[in-house]
């Protein structure tokens, strides 16, 4: 009998990369190899790569180099020996990029490994921004076939899944290249009978306004978390175009309008790039506008970073000092919608699920995806909470039933 692997894996950057790293980890559990906590213990060390950005690049190559010193074997995933394997020196290493990952793998009969699962839905993106480096590392948009992701989703359910994330570069352009799309395969998954909720990753504009009617048809159902990931990134059109991003600012606040008018009840996220060469004080106050009008719940914010092999990277940036300033004003603002926007739930009662567990408290996500911390419960029950006070970023609530 072959000897058993005692397996470490870390995990990094967007959804899509961490769904995949844990995927290529259960795929090595099924072979009866065992998991531990600590890199000192382990036979294999997988780690799942992100180089969005200059800085977290930089972390990854010194954290490899740190797990090499345990003269352990690595297996390096994702992003970082897609684009730059010349970067990594580790001694003993093998590594595995997202276009020749195996989205096949088959992760039935492996056990739960965290309190909620992600499965992909496609590699690549329809996208052509300048300045992106994840499309040099994973191509053009490939959809999995919906029975495939049936298979998965139906899978995680016999496990106790009771939150289920989709995940893509783009989730909008889901089916684009095999003739369907996100709204048909939400209607499909959620036709499973059962008691479960579904969370859908980061849809760009440019394909999100195509299929706008039926995908807001498809989030009625109970089933799916009125979550909605919607980056705009800048609000100057002329940034826009420079990003290479294929939409107009009027698109996003359509996009960002009729979400809203259609839930009552919501978490709407955002992203932003500050710093893109060409952006000026004009332009950047016209993001905060939009930021203002739009309020939203989650606001992811980047300062522009140049990565090499992008359009972009030949571009004058704006100064470091510059784009610093507007990040912790954007901050500010955001802090104090968020605030604006939790006081608005005080006193309500919601439905929630109960998704992760702390030192002494939980966390819950109602059905529009806002989250609340509460006490005694048990993981991925649903409960009915009143929410009784807020702070910044959370809810605070008190179990009123089990339902």
């Not at 790293?21 to 890199?39: A, C, D, F």
């Not at 684009?83 to 739960?112: G, H, M, R």
């Amino acid at each position: 009998m072959a000897k058993s692997v005692k397996i470490y894996y870390e995990k990094y950057g967007c959804s899509l990369n961490q769904a995949e790293t844990l995927e290529l980890v259960q795929s090595m559990l099924e072979k009866n190899n065992e998991l531990v906590n600590s890199p000192e213990n382990a036979d294999l060390i997988i780690i799942g790569t992100c180089i969005v950005i200059k800085h977290t690049e930089n972390y990854m190559i010194r954290r490899i180099n740190e797990l090499s010193r345990l003269n352990k074997k690595i297996l390096v995933y994702g992003c970082l020996p897609a684009v730059k394997p010349n970067l990594i020196k580790a001694k003993d290493f093998l590594y595995i990029t997202p276009k020749s990952f195996n989205n096949e793998i088959n992760i039935q009969n492996v056990p739960l490994i965290e309190n909620t699962i992600t499965i992909p839905i496609a590699q690549g993106c329809t996208g052509h921004c300048t300045y992106c480096i994840s499309k040099l590392a994973r191509g053009s948009i490939k959809s999995q076939g919906p029975e495939k992701i049936m298979e998965k989703f139906k899978d995680a359910l016999k496990k106790g899944y009771k939150e289920i994330r989709l995940s893509a570069l783009d989730t909008a352009a889901y089916g684009l290249d095999i003739k369907t799309n996100l709204a048909e395969l939400l209607n499909y998954l959620t036709s499973v009978e059962g008691e479960y909720r579904i969370r859908v990753g980061m849809m760009e504009p440019s394909n999100t306004i195509k299929i706008l009617p039926e995908l807001i048809d498809s989030f009625r159902s109970e089933k799916v978390f009125k979550f909605f990931h919607i980056p705009f990134q800048s609000a100057d059109d002329k940034i826009l175009e420079s990003m290479g991003r294929e939409y107009s600012s009027s698109d996003f606040k359509y996009i960002a309008n009729k979400i809203k008018s259609n839930f009552d009840h919501y978490t709407f996220s955002t992203d932003v790039i500050v710093g893109f060469p060409g952006e000026n004080e004009e332009s950047f106050s016209k993001t905060v506008s939009m930021v203002n009008e739009i309020r939203p719940d989650i606001l992811n914010i980047t300062r522009y970073s140049p990565r090499e092999g992008t359009v972009a990277f030949r571009l004058k940036p704006v100064k470091s000092k510059t784009a610093k300033e507007w990040s912790l004003k954007l901050t500010e603002i955001h802090r104090l919608i968020s605030f604006e926007r939790n006081k608005e739930l005080q006193g309500s009662l919601k439905k929630i699920l109960v998704t992760e567990k702390g030192k002494t408290d939980f966390l819950a996500r109602t059905d529009g995806y806002r989250p609340v911390i509460v006490k005694n419960v048990n993981l991925n029950e649903f409960y009915i909470a009143k929410i009784n006070s807020f702070s910044t970023f959370y809810l605070y609530g008190e179990i009123i039933q089990n339902v």
